[in-house]
């Protein structure tokens, strides 16, 4: 098992712009997670789904839209990139319900620098 | 609603020494505690965790943690720090029924000096 893959590891975006930063669990686990990460700050949850074809807002999901057409994708789009968006975002993924005790499996991370 | 405090935002200790990082949390409800460490410019990963049973929970790379229902804690210990322990570590807490929805504490840099 590959786990959880996130692409790209690094970019840089120019102010108004747009990307997509991609998400992939080979686990079949039916919750995944959107985070951003700044110092000192911890976690915070940007976006968050249950099950392919629901989604629902977490913490900080103003700039940000997601989708889960499939249970193991789960991009991140960002529209209009703006100088406070620069972090480092991690995707993440965990069973629940029958079997699953619900810990979390994280990706790599994307490390976004808005300018 | 739940919360987590993590106490120390840095903890320096020198190698071979005990090390204790605490976490406390508040829920309403019955609660799992997890602790991850996220090493250099990686994803984080399950140090151990507490679903029920035994309050003492033994995790990886010699790490132990103690759940303290009256306290509400759940600290961290680790009785001799080797250098490859340097890393940020993060408490978290989500109801045992319900919402799966974990909340994450600030993080606690462990700084294991030479």
């Known amino acids: 098992n590959a786990g959880v893959t996130q692409t790209p590891k690094f970019r840089i975006l120019k102010i108004g712009q747009s990307m997509t930063l991609q998400c992939t669990q080979d686990m079949n686990h039916n919750y995944m997670y959107w985070y951003r990460q700044d110092p000192g700050m911890g976690l915070k949850l940007i976006y968050y789904s249950v099950g392919a074809g629901i989604t629902d807002k977490g913490e900080v999901p103003n700039g940000y839209n997601v989708s889960r057409s499939t249970t193991e994708d789960f991009p991140l789009r960002l529209e209009l990139a703006a100088p406070s968006q620069t972090s480092v975002y991690f995707c993440?993924?965990?069973?629940?319900?029958?079997?699953?005790?619900?810990?979390?499996?994280f990706g790599p991370g994307t490390r976004l620098t808005v300018t | 609603a739940q919360s987590v405090t993590q106490l120390d935002s840095q903890v320096p200790v020198f190698e071979e020494a005990p090390v204790e990082l605490r976490c406390n949390y508040s829920s309403s409800v019955s609660v799992y505690l997890f602790w991850y460490v996220q090493y250099p410019n990686q994803g984080l990963q399950l140090l151990l965790k507490y679903l029920s049973g035994s309050t003492l929970v033994k995790g990886i790379n010699g790490f132990e943690a103690e759940f303290n229902k009256s306290q509400t804690s759940f600290h961290l210990r680790k009785p001799s720090v080797h250098i490859s322990d340097t890393a940020e570590y993060f408490c978290?807490?989500?109801?045992?029924?319900?919402?799966?929805?974990?909340?994450f504490g600030r993080g606690t840099s462990l700084i294991v000096h030479p």
């Open positions: 978290a807490v989500r109801p045992s029924g319900g919402s799966y929805i974990p909340t």
């Open positions: 993440a993924s965990s069973s629940q319900g029958t079997g699953g005790l619900g810990e979390q499996y």
